[in-house]
C-alpha cells in the first residue's frame, strides 16, 4: 500500500496510473483551502493498494475537513482481522485561511479511530506537521506536562487482567526534540485512544530519524506510523529514506506481517505463559464530566453498596450475552 501527500490535485483531476495497483484518490476540498502557484489545490492525500488487496478495499470514511480517509482492508484478504488506515496531511496552521478549517480535525480523528479498533485493527499514517518530541503517548496519568486537553482526554478504566497487559508503554526516541501545538494535540489525541507511535521505537528507526529537510533549512519529524495496540506486534520494520533531490520529506516505509497465521505466533511468543494475552482496547470509557459526580458516589458511606450494585449488574449483563450466545447458536 502506498500512500501520498500532498497529491496537489483538486476533485476534477485524475490520479496517474501505476500498474499493478489501484488507486483511491482524496483531494482536499475543505472551504478555506489555498492554491498553490499555477492553481493546483494544496493538500490531498492519494491511496494505491495493490491489486490482490484492492479487491478487498473499500473507503470506510473520509474527513469533512478534507485531511485525511479511511481505507478498510477485509480480513477475507488473509489478515488476522480487518485493516482501517487513514491516510493523514494536516496542513501547517499559517496556511490555514480559517480556524475552523483545522479545528475539529483532532477531535473527528479520536472519534473515527476509536469507531474504527471496535472494527479491526488500526494504522494512522503521513504527514501530521505535528512536532512530539519525546512526549509520552502512553501516560494518561501525567496532567503536569500540559497535555491534558478535555476535548480529547475521555478516561478510560481497564479491568485488572488488561492493566498488566498494556502494550508498548516504553519511552520512544526522537531526534526532533521540539514540540508545536499540533505535537501536543496529536499526544492528546494518542493518550484518548490508545495508539502508539512506531516512530522511535520500532527496529530500523530506533533513533527517531527526522522525516522533514524543509527548502529554508532545518529539519524535523512530522511524518508518523501510529497504530493501536494490538497492531503494534505485527510491527516488523520502519525506515526513513534519506531526502530526495526536489522533496523535502523523505520516504517512511513501515513493514507489518498482518497474515493471520503470523501474528498468532507472534501473539503466542508475547505470552509469558502461552496463551492468548487479553484484548485490551476500547476498555470502558466515560465522560470525563461524569467522572466528578462518580467520585463523589464512591466517596459516600453506602459506596459499598453501589459496587456491590455494579458487580451484579454486570455479572447479570455477561450472563445474558452467554444467553443470547446460546440462542443465536440454537437459531443458527
Known sequence: ILIFTESWLGGDDVLPPLPGYVAFHFPRQAPGRRQARGGAVRGGVAVYVRQH?????????????GTHAWVRVDKAAGLTDHL????????????TT?????????????????????????????????????????????????????????????THESMAQLPVCTQRCSQDLIVNEYGRALIAMCRSTDLRFCNGRTEGDLEGACTCFPYWGGKSLVD???????????????????????????????????????????????GESGREPPVVHPGYRVSPAAVPVFAALLAEATSAGLEAQMREGAAAAQCMWDLDKEIGRAHV
Open 53 to 65: 488487496l484492492a479487491a478487498h478495499t473499500t473507503v470506510w470514511c473520509r474527513s469533512t475537513f
Open 84 to 95: 482501517l488506515l487513514a491516510a493523514c496531511y494536516i496542513p501547517p496552521k499559517q496556511r
Open 98 to 158: 480559517h480556524s475552523q478549517d483545522i479545528a475539529g480535525v483532532w477531535e473527528d480523528l479520536a472519534t473515527e479511530t476509536a469507531a474504527a479498533q471496535a472494527e479491526g485493527l488500526v494504522l494512522l499514517a503521513g504527514d501530521f506537521n505535528a512536532r512530539t518530541g519525546t512526549l509520552k503517548d502512553w501516560d494518561h496519568s501525567d496532567a503536569h506536562d500540559g497535555m491534558h486537553n478535555a476535548a480529547l482526554m475521555d478516561v478510560v478504566l481497564y
Open 224 to 270: 508518523y506510523f501510529v497504530a493501536c495496540p494490538n497492531l503494534m506486534p505485527c510491527v516488523r520494520h520502519l525506515s526513513v529514506s534519506p531526502p530526495s533531490v526536489g522533496f523535502d520529506h523523505c520516504g517512511v516505509r513501515i513493514q507489518l506481517d498482518c497474515r493471520a497465521a503470523a501474528v498468532r505466533e507472534a501473539q503466542h511468543s508475547a
